[in-house]
């Protein structure tokens, strides 16, 4: 993940600090000495005190190995940075912060030339740390009540189910047992889908036919947690795209009947900035609390990764890193930043 992302903004970051390295000190204009009416040159004006004294050469050497970056460095620096981030899916937004935030750590700012390369990345390092909000543990969550119940939504294709049943492992390996609700009753194959995920991890599925009310399979599965003293109950349901009204009202009512503990949107990563603008979506919905971003092991820009915390202000939990079912790997914004070459 990143690959592509990096080798950006290495790209970038070594062009400008070279430029940096490179760029000769600008030239104090020589005074024209002037002629006077007789043909006599003036005389030129004395050294300064300190250069009489023989310290002038110190301070040459001192605009020789120093820089300050000018607007006009800054400009040309992140003209180049900002196509390598719009390359690599991430949201415009995001950009904007990142602009204003390395504006403010580099322009105007002096430092010596064979350190640029490290400035500049030391700043292009936080301002993008301050986009990835730290996760909470899920696990900690899941122990605080019984039943603790979570709402996962997302798309079509975005491998959700997958997904739900890759936290039911996670749960398992951490001694808490779960019940899955097939609330999705739209999609055809659905449910099957799901038992057949509950089957291989010895889970039972709570389910109704297809058409039936997503709501009650929901309140059904918390009802059979309370009797049964289960730790979680995990709601799968319908994927639906964020400009489906109906199926986004349907979503509004399981929330409603169901009172989850935690609202999870799950996105796939290498759909960079329609993930970002679905999970806003979702969230504007209905709040959510949290985002799984799947197939994030095929994913080599992760424009998504560093856009959807910022734009929704919901912590990234986990990156789906393969199919199996102990393939998540828990975010985390420090293996982010050394991914990046931060």
Known sequence: MFGFLKKGLKKVVDSISDKIKKKPEEKKEKKEEKITEKGAREPKPSAPEEEKKGFGIFRKIKELVQYKISED???DFFEQLEMALIENNVAMQVIDDIKKSLKTDLVNKTFKKKEAEEKIKSALRS??????????????????????????????????TTTIAKIVKLLQDNNLSSVLAASDTFR?????????????????VI???????????????ISYAKSRGIDAVLVDTAGRMHTQAN????????????????????????????????A???NDAVGIDAIILSKADVDEKGGAAISVSKVTGKPILFLGMGQKYGDLEKFNKEKVLKSLGL
């Open 280 to 282: 806003k979506s979702f």
């Open 207 to 221: 389910k109704h036919r297809y058409g039936a009310d997503p709501a009650a399979v929901a309140f059904d599965a």
């Open 127 to 160: 301002s993008i740390s301050v986009l990835l909000l730290e996760p909470f543990d899920i696990v900690d969550k899941v122990k605080e009540k019984k039943p603790y119940i979570i709402v996962f939504f997302g798309i079509n294709g975005s491998g959700k």
């Open 73 to 75: 460095d800054f400009d």
């Open 247 to 278: 199926l986004m009202r349907e979503m509004e009512k399981i929330c409603r009947v169901a009172k989850p503990d935690l609202k999870i949107f799950i996105g796939e990563a290498i759909v960079g900035n329609d993930a970002v603008e679905q």
């Open 188 to 204: 055809a194959a659905s449910i099957e889908q799901l038992e057949k995920h509950g089957n291989a991890l010895g889970v039972k």
